[in-house]
């Protein structure tokens, strides 16, 4: 008797797909630098600096995005805290940075305003441009798996789950304020001049950040959708429509979603590293309840447990944002207010899912 035949594993991209990753990937790696170091100023193809930091920026968001896609649309667990983790890794880059602005004997500038005679210990690793890289995944994912471990161990979940979250980056953002925890108070840190002694404020140290941050984004998405089309992403959707049907089937959620919740912290973690040294400042802000909240608007506005659709919804929102709040920067928060609410009355599955729904409608008729 013939042996069951297994369903054979579908590719990770289509044909389409991969063609349109490959365009990405060219755009972020060719195109965008030749507009921008190449085409002169007077041109009306030149990308100009402005947005090439504007674009990486938003990248970065996109990582953000993605990450929570990860956690909120295949697991079904709504953190408003990650902020906290992409505010982490822009912390630790930035100690990098203040250490390579003041010179290897020196104490950073907020250092010797405040008559400190010697660095805090948690500046130990500073110096090292392959410690802060380390650090850079260890710090925001060792603060996830501590806080995930307990509150995933005591099965707090829904809501419960999502104000914890936020009441934590609180929290942080309350302790990061004070002068005496020597992450620079209130103003956090900001003269960043070189890195790897490779002076920051040229025209190919920002294209050269811009091209890594593309890059990380393009290789999160293509991680992000090797797990979700395995077995592992298969018992993550399973715990997000019945979590307790999958403990009954034998299956411990508590690893899965602790996993999850680590790997999406860490992605917004190198998030927050790429973005510091394009900003050029990092500052307690970063940590406050909004930015988290702003991460699940463009998860939801592009289209929940898509992995494409986040980075969509990244995109749109901050395109609007930057010009919004150049034309009619008072009507900014009310417009974001308006966009929340019309998706999730409108458009539960997100701009994507809409237009997923509308191809359907055309290849049935």
């Not at 079904?76 to 004997?105: K, N």
């Amino acid at each position: 008797m013939a042996g069951t035949a297994l369903p054979t594993r579908a590719p990770l991209l289509s044909r389409p797909g991969w063609a349109a990753f490959i365009l990405a990937l060219l755009a972020v790696c060719a195109l965008a630098p030749v507009l921008n170091l190449l085409v002169p100023e007077g041109s009306p193809l030149h990308l100009s600096d402005y947005m090439v930091g504007l674009l990486g920026k938003i990248m970065c968001y996109a990582i953000c995005a993605l990450a929570m896609d990860l956690i909120w649309g295949y697991t079904g667990i709504l953190s408003l805290g990650h902020g906290l983790f992409f505010a982490l890794g822009g912390y630790v880059m930035g100690m990098y940075l203040m250490r390579q602005a003041a010179g290897p004997d020196a104490l950073p500038p907020f250092m010797v305003f405040l008559d400190w005679k010697a660095l805090p210990w948690q500046w130990a690793l500073s110096g090292s441009f392959i410690a802060t890289l380390i650090l850079i995944v260890l710090v925001p994912g060792l603060v996830a798996f501590v806080f995930g471990y307990f509150a995933f161990r005591s099965r707090i979940k829904g809501v419960y789950f999502s104000i914890i979250t936020q009441a934590l980056t609180v929290a942080a953002m309350l302790l990061f304020f004070r002068n005496e925890t020597g992450f620079g108070g209130n103003n956090g840190f900001t003269g960043f001049t070189t890195i790897l002694g490779y002076p920051l404020a040229t025209q190919g140290m920002r294209m050269l950040l811009f091209v890594l941050s593309g890059l990380a984004l393009l290789g999160f998405y293509l991680m992000a959708r090797w797990l979700v089309r395995s077995k592992y992403g298969r018992v993550l959707q399973a715990v997000r429509d019945a979590e307790s049907r999958v403990m009954f089937s034998g299956y411990s959620p508590l690893p899965y979603k602790l996993s999850i919740w680590v790997i999406s912290a860490v992605m917004c973690g190198v998030a927050g590293a790429l973005y510091v040294p394009q900003v050029g400042i990092i500052n307690p802000g970063e940590m406050s309840p909004g930015n988290s909240i702003e991460i699940a608007i463009w998860t939801a506005v592009g289209g929940r447990a898509t992995l494409i659709g986040p980075i969509v919804g990244a995109f749109l929102v901050n395109g609007a944002k930057s010009w919004l709040t150049v034309a009619a920067p008072e009507f900014w928060l009310y417009f974001l207010g308006a966009l929340f609410i019309a998706v999730t009355l409108w458009l539960p599955n997100g701009i994507v899912g809409l237009v997923r729904q509308l191809m359907r409608k055309d290849k049935s008729s």
